[in-house]
């Protein structure tokens, strides 16, 4: 179940609402007042269930330190409760992504998995108010269905309209993002928390684990078996979070962020040629721009070769490494019958 869900599949189980659900809505300050309360009475007019938060609710009783969410941290150590819809509005965010971190966590907790809907925005283009929705509201739009010239089947159909949300806006005099209406009312069945954390939005490994999974790899410990330990480490494969194919995605990332071994050693010449300005290398890259060939000679082999390069000797055995590349050395002997090596590529 876990392996089964791919970076570009989860990409594209979402991209096709993507017209329906990221919506961005411009309004002149002027506005604002006004579309605040078209806001309110239309969110009213469509939802029956959920609470609102107006504006008297956030006063300076509400801005205690317990309820600030001002960094990760504060939502690792947040529990949330049966009645927590009724303590939502008491929480303030210092900035708009800590709020739908704290929606997500909310989210894999209860069972379900969530995702940015509707923006809105002001003239000068400052998001003033964001709405949160579970991953089941709303429907896939017909044209997805009908597309032409489509060569495999549309996915099957994972959203039902669940109106469960939650909806923040940013207030002028505390400088904070607030939540303006909350609704925990949900039209499908949720999973249990272990199972929550399979959905492709809370698949994620931790930091530790990845940093773990680094190390052992620079070991020579193959994937396969770095999972094992790592769901051995959780008390089985069901509490580790994530699935292979997520490791397998995670490492690839990691290792596009870092120089690969290709970038290192060409970065290595052009220091040596710093110190040798006699230095010749020439590196040869393929279609795809991956290191193909690579050729040096530094300036003490160029002169053995120009004094001693009547016999040239080559040997192209050594490929038994994880590239599957051969070496081969250009050699030759000296005055004092020692080997001396003339370049190599």
Not at 89 to 112: I, N, P, R, V
Request: charged share 30%.
């Amino acid at each position: 179940m876990s392996g089964i869900f791919t970076d570009t599949e989860m990409n594209e189980q979402y991209q096709e609402d993507d017209d329906f659900n990221q919506q961005e809505e411009l309004v002149s300050d002027q506005d604002m007042m006004d579309e605040q309360n078209e806001f309110e009475e239309d969110f009213r007019d469509e939802f029956t269930e959920g609470a609102f938060f107006s504006g008297s609710d956030q006063s300076k009783d509400i801005l205690e330190a317990a309820y600030a969410v001002d960094s990760v941290q504060d939502i690792t150590t947040l529990k949330f409760s049966e009645n927590f819809a009724e303590e939502i509005g008491k929480y303030h965010f210092s900035t708009l992504q800590l709020a739908f971190d704290f929606y997500m966590k909310y989210s894999k907790s209860k069972g379900f998995s969530a995702r940015k809907s509707k923006t809105f925005k002001n003239s000068t283009g400052e998001i003033y108010k964001q709405k949160f929705v579970c991953h089941r509201q709303g429907f896939r739009m017909e044209k997805y269905y009908t597309m032409e010239k489509r060569k495999k089947e549309p996915r099957l159909e994972t959203r039902t309209g669940c109106d469960a949300r939650m909806d923040v806006k940013f207030v002028p005099e505390s400088g904070r993002w607030h939540t303006f209406y909350f609704s925990d009312e949900h039209n499908h069945d949720l999973l249990d928390t272990q199972f929550s954390a399979m959905l492709p939005a809370h698949r994620k490994m931790s930091e530790a684990d990845i940093m773990q999974t680094m190390n052992m790899l620079k070991s020579g410990i193959r994937t396969s078996q770095i999972f094992g330990l790592l769901a051995s480490q959780a008390g089985g494969y069901e509490f580790v979070g994530y699935g292979p194919r997520d490791m397998y995605n995670e490492i690839a990332r990691q290792r596009r962020q870092i120089p690969g071994d290709a970038a290192r050693v060409l970065k290595k010449l052009e220091d040596m040629r710093l110190k040798d300005p006699q230095l010749y290398f020439k590196a040869c890259h393929d279609s795809r721009g991956l290191l193909h060939n690579l050729f040096w000679s530094d300036g003490i082999s160029q002169l053995d070769y120009r004094l001693f390069g009547d016999v040239i000797a080559f040997d192209a055995t050594y490929k038994k490494n994880k590239y599957s590349c051969p070496l081969v050395i250009f050699s030759g002997v000296n005055h004092h019958n020692q080997t001396i090596v003339f370049d190599l590529r």
